[in-house]
């Protein structure tokens, strides 16, 4: 009887070491646990060719003390995997835990779809490195060019900025300056892309920045989600009287309409 006594009092010590050395290993294993909050967001992540994104990326490390420093990386990947060259400003740099930094994305030429990835290096203070990742994926699609010819048929020549409205709303980036000398033509084009635009046909005109004097319009159509098919460079041209603008951009005549005689 006395050496069951003996051999149960082992078996207790001994598990009750094995529960001691699991709660060493799991306070080892919690030392090395990643601790950082850090995020890449943005609002928009479709644009055009050469088109432009802005992007937020911050790093928050949770344990007070624990970092001594950290850098990122961030680059943009085409689906083969090649970084694409100047398409990230800031590329690298350094924070400090709750910085927040905004990332410009300068979209390739080519049309497909990328990956914008953050890599986070972090310095631990009791010596170490940790890394983290954050991925984004990027639609850059091929623009419809939008053009229209205008003729100048009055007697002052034209010197003003138009913008492009599409079903009737102003496009804000689409500002284009527009000079044409009297009796002559000039064109005036804009690279249109908009994520959520529905498949079919749609209007578009040039006008004043306000809306108020509209130099005609015409339609395009634009297939289901596909701003590449067929290359989809849609330059669609008509020609329009500016009479109208010769009289609200050029100071009106004194007596205007009246025969000369009895002016």
Do not use: C
Request: proline share 2%; charged share 15%; no cysteine.
């Amino acid at each position: 009887m006395k050496f069951w006594t003996i051999l149960a009092a082992v078996l207790v010590a001994f598990s009750a070491g094995a529960v001691l050395l699991n709660e060493g290993a799991s306070g080892s294993d919690a030392a090395e646990e990643q601790t950082a909050n850090h995020s890449l967001t943005g609002d928009v992540t479709s644009v055009k060719t050469e088109g432009q994104l802005t992007f937020e990326i911050s790093f928050t490390e949770t344990v007070s003390g624990k970092m001594e420093s950290v850098n990122y990386t961030v680059k943009l990947v085409n689906s083969s995997g090649a970084t694409q060259a100047n398409a990230v400003d800031p590329s690298s740099g350094s924070m400090d835990s709750g910085d927040k930094v905004t990332i410009t994305v300068t979209a390739p030429k080519t049309a497909g779809t990328y990956t914008l990835t953050v890599t986070w290096t972090e310095d631990l203070s009791a010596g170490g490195i940790m890394t983290y990742t954050d991925s984004l994926s990027i639609r850059v699609a091929t623009p419809i060019t939008l053009s229209a010819t205008v003729s100048n048929s009055g007697e002052a020549d034209i010197d003003t900025t138009v913008y492009f409205f599409v079903d009737g709303n102003k496009v804000e980036d689409s500002a284009t300056a527009l000079k044409v000398a009297s009796g002559s033509s000039g064109t005036v084009s804009y690279d249109y892309y908009e994520p959520g635009l529905s498949s079919g046909q749609h209007s578009f005109y040039v006008a004043t920045s306000d809306g108020s004097i509209v130099l005609d319009g015409s339609t395009f159509y634009y297939e289901d989600g596909n701003y590449d098919w067929l290359n989809y460079i849609m330059a669609i041209i008509f020609i329009v009287a500016i009479i109208v603008f010769v009289y609200v951009y050029r100071k009106p005549v004194k007596n205007y309409g009246k025969p000369k005689a009895r002016r």
